[in-house]
Protein backbone atom coordinates (compact mmCIF):
# COMPACT_ATOMS: atom_id res chain seq x y z
CA UNK A 1 0.00 0.00 0.00
CA UNK A 2 1.23 3.51 -1.07
CA UNK A 3 -0.05 6.53 1.12
CA UNK A 4 -0.19 10.19 -0.62
CA UNK A 5 -3.46 11.50 1.48
CA UNK A 6 -0.80 13.63 4.04
CA UNK A 7 -2.68 16.96 3.40
CA UNK A 8 -5.58 15.14 4.87
CA UNK A 9 -3.86 13.90 8.13
CA UNK A 10 -0.46 11.83 8.45
CA UNK A 11 -0.49 8.32 9.14
CA UNK A 12 3.22 7.41 9.79
CA UNK A 13 4.50 9.24 12.62
CA UNK A 14 7.62 9.21 14.90
CA UNK A 15 7.76 6.83 17.18
CA UNK A 16 8.59 10.02 19.72
CA UNK A 17 4.78 10.92 19.25
CA UNK A 18 3.37 7.57 20.04
CA UNK A 19 5.61 7.13 23.11
CA UNK A 20 4.52 10.28 24.14
CA UNK A 21 0.91 9.64 24.43
CA UNK A 22 1.53 6.06 25.68
CA UNK A 23 3.75 7.58 28.16
CA UNK A 24 1.21 10.07 29.66
CA UNK A 25 -1.89 7.53 29.44
CA UNK A 26 0.35 4.90 30.88
CA UNK A 27 2.34 6.20 33.67
CA UNK A 28 -0.68 7.44 35.97
CA UNK A 29 1.41 10.55 36.28
CA UNK A 30 -0.40 12.93 34.43
CA UNK A 31 -3.69 14.72 36.31
CA UNK A 32 -5.86 17.93 34.61
CA UNK A 33 -3.75 20.82 34.00
CA UNK A 34 -5.00 23.77 36.67
CA UNK A 35 -7.16 21.74 38.38
CA UNK A 36 -5.59 21.28 41.65
CA UNK A 37 -2.05 22.22 43.26
CA UNK A 38 -0.69 18.88 43.93
CA UNK A 39 2.18 17.06 41.72
CA UNK A 40 -0.33 14.87 39.32
CA UNK A 41 -1.95 18.17 38.40
CA UNK A 42 1.01 20.21 38.26
CA UNK A 43 2.70 17.44 35.90
CA UNK A 44 0.17 18.12 33.09
CA UNK A 45 0.48 22.13 33.57
CA UNK A 46 4.16 21.75 32.89
CA UNK A 47 3.38 19.48 30.26
CA UNK A 48 0.95 22.02 28.49
CA UNK A 49 3.15 24.93 29.20
CA UNK A 50 6.43 23.31 27.62
CA UNK A 51 4.26 22.43 24.28
CA UNK A 52 3.21 26.09 24.30
CA UNK A 53 6.94 26.78 24.35
CA UNK A 54 7.82 24.44 21.67
CA UNK A 55 5.24 25.98 19.35
CA UNK A 56 6.35 29.50 19.83
CA UNK A 57 10.00 28.08 18.80
CA UNK A 58 8.66 26.59 15.74
CA UNK A 59 7.20 30.31 14.78
CA UNK A 60 9.55 31.88 16.06
CA UNK A 61 7.47 34.14 18.16
CA UNK A 62 8.64 37.05 20.60
CA UNK A 63 6.68 37.80 23.96
CA UNK A 64 4.01 39.15 22.85
CA UNK A 65 2.05 36.00 21.89
CA UNK A 66 1.17 32.61 23.31
CA UNK A 67 -0.41 29.47 22.44
CA UNK A 68 -4.05 28.12 23.28
CA UNK A 69 -4.77 24.40 22.04
CA UNK A 70 -7.82 23.22 20.69
CA UNK A 71 -9.40 20.48 18.77
CA UNK A 72 -8.16 21.16 15.16
CA UNK A 73 -7.25 24.22 12.99
CA UNK A 74 -10.72 24.18 12.50
CA UNK A 75 -11.78 25.26 16.12
CA UNK A 76 -8.93 27.46 15.97
CA UNK A 77 -10.12 29.93 13.17
CA UNK A 78 -13.52 29.60 14.65
CA UNK A 79 -12.40 30.98 18.12
CA UNK A 80 -10.20 33.35 16.52
CA UNK A 81 -12.80 34.83 13.43
CA UNK A 82 -16.20 34.73 15.80
CA UNK A 83 -14.08 36.33 18.59
CA UNK A 84 -12.63 39.49 16.59
CA UNK A 85 -15.32 40.12 14.06
CA UNK A 86 -18.42 42.11 14.94
CA UNK A 87 -21.43 43.09 12.53
CA UNK A 88 -20.51 45.90 10.60
CA UNK A 89 -16.80 44.68 10.32
CA UNK A 90 -15.72 43.77 6.83
CA UNK A 91 -12.83 40.97 5.72
CA UNK A 92 -10.94 40.18 2.78
CA UNK A 93 -9.87 36.33 2.54
CA UNK A 94 -8.72 34.87 -0.47
CA UNK A 95 -10.52 32.02 -3.18
CA UNK A 96 -8.18 29.67 -1.63
CA UNK A 97 -9.65 28.95 2.18
CA UNK A 98 -10.89 25.79 2.75
CA UNK A 99 -14.03 25.70 4.81
CA UNK A 100 -12.53 25.57 7.79
CA UNK A 101 -12.49 29.73 7.02
CA UNK A 102 -15.43 29.89 4.46
CA UNK A 103 -18.12 28.34 7.00
CA UNK A 104 -17.32 30.34 9.90
CA UNK A 105 -17.00 33.78 7.32
CA UNK A 106 -20.59 32.59 6.01
CA UNK A 107 -22.27 32.26 9.28
CA UNK A 108 -20.82 35.65 10.51
CA UNK A 109 -21.89 37.02 7.17
CA UNK A 110 -25.45 36.04 8.13
CA UNK A 111 -24.45 38.46 11.27
CA UNK A 112 -23.58 41.12 9.36
CA UNK A 113 -20.27 41.08 8.51
CA UNK A 114 -19.23 41.77 5.19
CA UNK A 115 -16.60 39.84 3.28
CA UNK A 116 -14.64 40.29 -0.10
CA UNK A 117 -12.51 37.74 -1.91
CA UNK A 118 -9.16 38.02 -3.20
CA UNK A 119 -8.98 36.38 -6.69
CA UNK A 120 -5.91 33.87 -8.42
CA UNK A 121 -4.88 33.02 -11.43
CA UNK A 122 -7.24 30.42 -13.46
CA UNK A 123 -4.26 28.59 -14.72
CA UNK A 124 -1.37 28.66 -12.00
CA UNK A 125 -4.39 29.47 -9.12
CA UNK A 126 -1.54 32.10 -7.83
CA UNK A 127 -3.51 35.32 -5.45
CA UNK A 128 -4.08 38.43 -7.43
CA UNK A 129 -1.93 40.45 -4.64
CA UNK A 130 -3.21 43.52 -6.23
CA UNK A 131 -6.69 42.98 -5.66
CA UNK A 132 -6.10 43.86 -1.78
CA UNK A 133 -5.85 47.12 -2.57
CA UNK A 134 -8.74 47.40 -5.01
CA UNK A 135 -11.16 45.76 -2.18
CA UNK A 136 -10.21 47.66 0.91
CA UNK A 137 -12.70 49.63 2.73
CA UNK A 138 -13.07 52.06 5.54
CA UNK A 139 -14.66 49.75 7.23
CA UNK A 140 -11.87 46.62 6.71
CA UNK A 141 -11.03 44.91 10.46
CA UNK A 142 -9.48 42.07 9.64
CA UNK A 143 -7.04 39.82 6.46
CA UNK A 144 -7.60 35.69 7.01
CA UNK A 145 -5.99 33.26 4.21
CA UNK A 146 -4.62 30.42 3.94
CA UNK A 147 -0.57 30.19 3.71
CA UNK A 148 -0.70 27.14 1.49
CA UNK A 149 -2.70 25.46 -0.43
CA UNK A 150 -4.56 22.42 -0.32
CA UNK A 151 -5.26 22.05 -3.53
CA UNK A 152 -2.34 23.42 -5.52
CA UNK A 153 0.57 23.60 -2.69
CA UNK A 154 0.99 27.15 -3.55
CA UNK A 155 2.35 28.99 -0.81
CA UNK A 156 1.34 32.83 0.02
CA UNK A 157 3.89 35.63 0.37
CA UNK A 158 3.01 35.96 4.13
CA UNK A 159 5.43 38.85 4.31
CA UNK A 160 3.94 40.99 1.40
CA UNK A 161 0.36 40.32 2.94
CA UNK A 162 1.60 41.40 6.43
CA UNK A 163 3.20 44.40 5.23
CA UNK A 164 -0.55 45.28 3.34
CA UNK A 165 -2.18 44.54 7.02
CA UNK A 166 0.37 46.67 9.01
CA UNK A 167 -0.26 49.62 6.46
CA UNK A 168 -3.79 49.86 6.75
CA UNK A 169 -4.11 48.38 10.90
CA UNK A 170 -6.02 44.91 10.20
CA UNK A 171 -5.55 41.57 12.26
CA UNK A 172 -3.85 39.77 10.33
CA UNK A 173 -4.97 35.60 10.45
CA UNK A 174 -3.16 32.80 9.07
CA UNK A 175 -4.76 28.87 8.22
CA UNK A 176 -1.18 27.25 8.35
CA UNK A 177 -3.17 23.85 8.28
CA UNK A 178 -1.21 22.92 5.76
CA UNK A 179 2.12 24.61 6.08
CA UNK A 180 2.87 24.17 9.58
CA UNK A 181 6.16 22.01 10.23
CA UNK A 182 6.57 22.50 6.10
CA UNK A 183 7.12 25.80 5.45
CA UNK A 184 9.24 28.79 7.78
CA UNK A 185 6.70 31.43 9.67
CA UNK A 186 8.79 33.49 11.59
CA UNK A 187 5.84 35.81 13.90
CA UNK A 188 9.27 37.63 15.51
CA UNK A 189 7.95 40.92 14.09
CA UNK A 190 4.71 40.52 15.55
CA UNK A 191 2.50 41.95 12.60
CA UNK A 192 0.51 38.48 12.16
CA UNK A 193 -2.29 38.21 14.83
CA UNK A 194 -3.02 34.82 15.05
CA UNK A 195 -1.16 31.87 12.97
CA UNK A 196 -4.14 28.57 13.25
CA UNK A 197 -2.83 24.68 13.32
CA UNK A 198 -3.74 22.03 13.18
CA UNK A 199 -1.44 18.81 15.10
CA UNK A 200 -2.15 16.05 12.81
CA UNK A 201 -0.28 16.85 9.35
CA UNK A 202 2.86 17.70 9.08
CA UNK A 203 3.24 18.46 13.14
CA UNK A 204 3.46 14.53 12.79
CA UNK A 205 0.77 14.94 15.85
CA UNK A 206 -2.17 12.86 17.16
CA UNK A 207 -5.62 13.90 15.24
CA UNK A 208 -7.58 15.80 17.62
CA UNK A 209 -4.81 18.35 18.72
CA UNK A 210 -4.15 21.92 17.35
CA UNK A 211 -4.06 25.65 18.29
CA UNK A 212 -3.40 29.38 17.93
CA UNK A 213 -0.47 30.97 18.39
CA UNK A 214 -2.37 34.65 18.99
CA UNK A 215 -1.12 37.71 19.78
CA UNK A 216 -1.77 38.88 23.93
CA UNK A 217 -3.25 41.75 22.84
CA UNK A 218 -5.70 40.53 20.57
CA UNK A 219 -9.40 41.41 21.99
CA UNK A 220 -10.70 38.62 21.23
CA UNK A 221 -14.27 37.39 22.93
CA UNK A 222 -15.11 33.80 24.10
CA UNK A 223 -16.96 31.62 22.01
CA UNK A 224 -17.10 28.83 24.23
CA UNK A 225 -16.95 29.55 27.86
CA UNK A 226 -17.06 26.74 31.29
CA UNK A 227 -14.35 26.11 33.12
CA UNK A 228 -11.19 27.28 33.55
CA UNK A 229 -10.17 25.38 36.82
CA UNK A 230 -9.20 28.92 38.77
CA UNK A 231 -12.24 31.99 38.39
CA UNK A 232 -15.30 29.61 39.60
CA UNK A 233 -17.30 32.23 40.93
CA UNK A 234 -16.84 34.22 37.46
CA UNK A 235 -20.11 34.44 35.36
CA UNK A 236 -17.98 35.16 32.45
CA UNK A 237 -15.24 33.26 30.44
CA UNK A 238 -11.81 34.97 32.49
CA UNK A 239 -10.35 37.90 29.87
CA UNK A 240 -7.04 37.84 28.18
CA UNK A 241 -5.27 35.30 26.29
CA UNK A 242 -4.88 32.31 26.20
CA UNK A 243 -7.36 32.01 28.88
CA UNK A 244 -10.17 33.59 27.06
CA UNK A 245 -9.85 30.49 24.17
CA UNK A 246 -9.06 27.61 26.33
CA UNK A 247 -12.71 26.61 27.71
CA UNK A 248 -12.86 22.92 29.47
CA UNK A 249 -10.19 20.29 29.76
CA UNK A 250 -7.25 20.42 28.20
CA UNK A 251 -6.65 16.62 26.00
CA UNK A 252 -2.60 16.13 28.07
CA UNK A 253 -1.98 13.03 26.09
CA UNK A 254 -2.75 14.63 22.77
CA UNK A 255 -1.09 17.58 23.54
CA UNK A 256 2.28 15.21 25.00
CA UNK A 257 2.78 13.55 21.14
CA UNK A 258 1.78 16.79 19.22
CA UNK A 259 4.85 18.26 21.81
CA UNK A 260 6.59 15.49 20.57
CA UNK A 261 5.94 15.81 16.72
CA UNK A 262 6.96 19.48 16.81
CA UNK A 263 10.40 18.74 18.85
CA UNK A 264 10.94 16.12 15.56
CA UNK A 265 10.28 19.09 13.33
CA UNK A 266 12.67 21.48 14.73
CA UNK A 267 15.42 18.85 15.21
CA UNK A 268 15.51 17.58 12.10
CA UNK A 269 14.28 20.68 10.08
CA UNK A 270 17.11 21.03 7.39
CA UNK A 271 17.10 17.67 6.16
CA UNK A 272 13.29 17.65 6.00
CA UNK A 273 13.06 20.61 3.87
CA UNK A 274 15.70 19.36 1.84
CA UNK A 275 13.76 16.18 1.37
CA UNK A 276 10.90 17.87 0.64
CA UNK A 277 12.63 19.87 -2.17
CA UNK A 278 13.64 16.38 -3.88
CA UNK A 279 10.75 14.44 -3.19
CA UNK A 280 8.65 17.39 -5.09
CA UNK A 281 11.22 17.80 -7.70
CA UNK A 282 11.67 14.26 -8.46
CA UNK A 283 7.51 13.66 -8.55
CA UNK A 284 6.90 16.91 -10.61
CA UNK A 285 9.18 15.51 -13.26
CA UNK A 286 7.47 12.57 -13.57
CA UNK A 287 4.14 14.03 -13.28
CA UNK A 288 4.72 16.31 -16.46
CA UNK A 289 6.13 13.05 -18.54
CA UNK A 290 2.64 11.64 -18.28
CA UNK A 291 0.47 12.25 -21.26
CA UNK A 292 -2.88 13.45 -20.90
CA UNK A 293 -2.13 14.64 -17.55
CA UNK A 294 -2.91 17.93 -16.51
CA UNK A 295 -0.94 19.07 -12.97
CA UNK A 296 -2.42 22.16 -10.98
CA UNK A 297 -0.26 24.90 -9.24
CA UNK A 298 2.80 27.26 -9.59
CA UNK A 299 6.20 25.45 -9.73
CA UNK A 300 7.73 28.62 -10.04
CA UNK A 301 7.69 29.48 -6.51
CA UNK A 302 7.86 27.83 -3.03
CA UNK A 303 5.06 25.35 -2.29
CA UNK A 304 4.14 22.56 -0.09
CA UNK A 305 4.33 18.67 -1.11
CA UNK A 306 0.66 18.90 -2.78
CA UNK A 307 -0.27 18.22 -6.43
CA UNK A 308 -3.89 17.86 -7.90
CA UNK A 309 -3.85 16.44 -11.45
CA UNK A 310 -6.47 15.33 -13.64
CA UNK A 311 -7.19 13.21 -16.89
CA UNK A 312 -9.18 15.62 -19.21
CA UNK A 313 -12.73 14.36 -19.34
CA UNK A 314 -11.88 11.45 -16.66
CA UNK A 315 -14.39 11.93 -12.68
CA UNK A 316 -11.48 12.19 -10.34
CA UNK A 317 -13.11 10.19 -8.30
CA UNK A 318 -12.99 7.13 -10.53
CA UNK A 319 -9.44 7.76 -11.13
CA UNK A 320 -9.22 7.96 -7.50
CA UNK A 321 -10.43 4.40 -6.97
CA UNK A 322 -8.39 2.86 -9.64
CA UNK A 323 -5.37 4.07 -7.65
CA UNK A 324 -6.95 2.22 -4.86
CA UNK A 325 -8.66 -0.56 -5.40
CA UNK A 326 -5.72 -1.86 -8.43
CA UNK A 327 -2.80 -0.12 -7.60
CA UNK A 328 -2.43 -0.02 -3.93
CA UNK A 329 -2.26 3.86 -3.86
CA UNK A 330 -4.21 6.14 -1.43
CA UNK A 331 -5.07 9.59 -2.73
CA UNK A 332 -7.73 12.06 -2.18
CA UNK A 333 -10.35 12.98 -5.15
CA UNK A 334 -13.02 15.89 -5.15
CA UNK A 335 -13.02 19.45 -3.98
CA UNK A 336 -10.50 19.18 -1.02
CA UNK A 337 -13.04 21.53 1.27
CA UNK A 338 -11.73 24.43 -1.08
CA UNK A 339 -14.73 25.12 -3.29
CA UNK A 340 -13.37 28.53 -4.30
CA UNK A 341 -10.42 27.54 -5.64
CA UNK A 342 -12.39 24.77 -7.55
CA UNK A 343 -14.39 27.15 -8.97
CA UNK A 344 -11.28 29.18 -10.19
CA UNK A 345 -9.01 26.68 -11.70
CA UNK A 346 -12.05 25.56 -13.80
CA UNK A 347 -12.46 22.04 -12.09
CA UNK A 348 -15.69 22.39 -10.52
CA UNK A 349 -17.41 19.14 -11.83
CA UNK A 350 -14.70 17.22 -12.34
CA UNK A 351 -12.35 18.03 -8.70
CA UNK A 352 -8.91 16.67 -8.73
CA UNK A 353 -7.24 13.71 -7.55
CA UNK A 354 -4.83 15.45 -5.08
CA UNK A 355 -1.67 13.68 -4.15
CA UNK A 356 -0.11 14.70 -1.00
CA UNK A 357 3.95 13.80 0.65
CA UNK A 358 5.41 13.97 3.72
CA UNK A 359 8.83 13.50 4.95
CA UNK A 360 8.03 9.85 5.38
CA UNK A 361 7.19 9.51 1.66
CA UNK A 362 9.82 7.07 -0.19
CA UNK A 363 10.97 6.83 -3.99
CA UNK A 364 9.69 3.66 -3.94
CA UNK A 365 6.05 5.18 -3.32
CA UNK A 366 6.79 7.85 -5.78
CA UNK A 367 7.74 4.94 -8.32
CA UNK A 368 4.79 3.09 -7.53
CA UNK A 369 2.44 6.19 -8.45
CA UNK A 370 4.00 7.33 -11.20
CA UNK A 371 3.76 3.58 -12.91
CA UNK A 372 0.26 3.70 -12.06
CA UNK A 373 -0.50 6.96 -13.58
CA UNK A 374 1.21 6.01 -16.70
CA UNK A 375 -1.10 3.11 -17.00
CA UNK A 376 -4.44 5.04 -16.47
CA UNK A 377 -2.50 7.21 -19.48
CA UNK A 378 -2.52 4.35 -21.86
CA UNK A 379 -6.19 3.84 -21.26
CA UNK A 380 -7.39 7.49 -22.10
Known amino acids: MYYFDNAATTVQKPQTVADAVYDVLSSGLYGNPSRGAHGYSLRAYELVLDAKEQVKGLFHTGPDYDVAFTHNSTTALNLVLKGLLRPGDHVLTTMWEHNAVLRPLYQLEKEGVAIDFIGSDAHTGQLRYE ?104 HDQPGGVPAILEAGTSNVAGIAGLR ?121
Open 131 to 234: EMEQKIRPETKLLVCNHASNVTGNVLDLSCIASFCQNHGLFFVVDASQSAGVVPIDMSDGTVTAVCFTGHKSLYGPGGTGGVCIRRDAPVRPVLTGGDGVHAFD
Open 260 to 380: AGVAYIRDHWQQLRQKQADLNARFLQGLRSIPGLVVYGDFSRPRVPVFAVNFSGAESAVVSDILWETYGIATRPGFHCAPLLHESLGTKQQGAVRFSLSSFTTEEDLEAALVALKKISALQ
